[in-house]
């Protein structure tokens, strides 16, 4: 027991010399990390393909879309919006979702509408007038008639029945009644005709109130606009990039929504006039949402101007090369029309290629260096680097994939290993 005990203590003192050690070293080794740290944010050399190109920016638009506005209604130029659909909204075929103000229409068609009540009551009050009235002279017409009979059958008598001063009394009563009879029949007819003149006066005042009804109650109908198919709503926008909202008037030719078909988009880009050159239909494009700048889409353009054109949507003097872009696939979920992006039109792509961030890149002594990160410290590392775009630069020598290498917080200017 006693042998034992200063070998015991030797090793014990071993073990608390290599305790401290490791506590002085990691207490370095953390310290050294914590000022890592607060000069920047650290990220790994990576590997993948390298595109350098011309730089595009613009905005999404839908393949298939289908502009809604005022319906075209005769005469009717100017309209005022009553209802829109939220922007955004999903809709449902058939669902309304724009509507326009209907007072002036609806005050005609109750104009209207009492014309042509008013004409059928008329029609019927004269076609009841004329019923009377001819049962009235159908019993004028029928008395004298009878007058006309008897006396007519009175000169038929014998001549020696009749003295001469009597048979002129008949000849002048039946001669009077003829002429009665002929007078009811001829005013008869003359009331038969004028009543269905009126009648037919009236019949046209109604059929053209019925016409201006009608047609009203269809226009009336048109000035709420459904969804021609499921989509979703976006406002258009005018020439000054406004966009209508209830309460505002509207020109018959103009579109206020747009319903486009969220499974088909494409972008319509806007190249610098210097690089205008550089670009041709069938080039590809890598292009990012500003809403999703983390996820890249791919497209190719499909058409190209053959001029170069102001900018959309600015005074700026600057001139664009205005381009389509055919995406390879559409995102419902992500993308919407009127998003803005950015992305590069290919000109090269170096393929499988070790990447480093530009912000990770420094000039010491005129050469290119990265500050790569390791267990214990932080190393100052030369670089021979290759092409780069406006984010990434082939790395050819001095660093390895997985390497971690520092990108300064804003405000510092350079690490200090």
């Not at 014998?158 to 009811?184: C, M, Q, T």
């Not at 020109?251 to 670009?279: I, Q, T």
């Not at 041709?280 to 353009?301: C, K, Y």
């Amino acid at each position: 027991m006693a042998e034992g005990s200063p070998r015991r203590r030797h090793v014990l003192a071993a073990v608390a010399v290599a305790l401290v050690v490791v506590f002085f070293l990691g207490g370095w080794t953390v310290r050294n990390q914590l000022a890592a740290d607060r000069q920047g944010q650290w990220v790994r050399v990576r590997r993948g393909d390298l595109v350098t190109g011309v730089e595009v920016t613009g905005t999404l638009a839908a393949v298939d879309t289908q502009s809604l506005g005022p319906p075209q209604l005769e005469n009717v130029w100017d309209f005022k919006i009553s209802m829109l659909a939220p922007e955004g909204a999903d809709v449902k075929k058939g669902e309304p979702v724009l509507a326009f103000d209907t007072t002036e229409l609806q005050r005609r068609l109750d104009n209207n509408s009492a014309v042509a009540e008013q004409a059928r009551k008329e029609i019927d009050k004269t076609r009841a007038n004329v019923a009377l009235q001819a049962q009235d002279d159908q019993l004028l017409l029928a008395e004298a008639e009878a007058r006309e009979r008897k006396y007519g059958l009175k000169l038929d008598a014998p001549a020696d029945i009749l003295g001469l001063k009597e048979r002129k009394e008949v000849e002048l009563d039946y001669e009077l009644a003829r002429h009665e009879v002929a007078a009811i029949r001829t005013r008869m007819k003359s009331v038969r005709l004028a009543a269905e003149a009126q009648i037919r006066l009236l019949q046209s005042k109604q059929r053209r109130a019925e016409i201006v009804v009608a047609s009203t109650q269809r226009a009336i109908r048109e000035m709420t606009v459904v969804a021609p198919r499921d989509g979703t709503v976006v406002y258009a926008t005018d020439f000054r990039g406004d966009k209508k909202k209830v309460g505002d008037s509207v020109w018959r030719a103009l579109r206020v929504l747009e319903l486009p078909d969220l499974r088909r988009m494409k972008g319509n880009g806007e190249v610098d006039e210097s690089d205008a050159g550089l670009v041709a239909v069938g080039q590809r494009v890598a292009l990012r949402l500003d809403s999703h700048p983390d996820d890249e889409f791919g497209g190719t353009i499909t058409r190209a101007s053959r001029t170069v054109q102001q900018q959309t949507g600015t005074a700026n003097p600057v001139k664009v090369l205005r381009v389509e872009i055919a995406l390879d696939k559409s995102d419902a979920a992500k993308m919407r029309p009127g998003m803005r992006f950015q992305g590069t039109i290919e000109l090269a792509r170096t393929r499988n290629t070790l990447l480093i961030p530009r912000g990770a890149v420094f000039l010491s002594d005129g050469h290119a260096v990265a500050y790569r990160r390791s267990a214990f410290s932080v190393a100052t590392v030369p670089l021979s680097l290759g092409p780069q775009n406006d984010k990434f630069i082939e790395v050819r020598s001095g660093l390895d994939a997985d390497d971690r290498v520092m990108i300064p917080k804003s405000g510092n200017e350079e690490p200090k290993p």
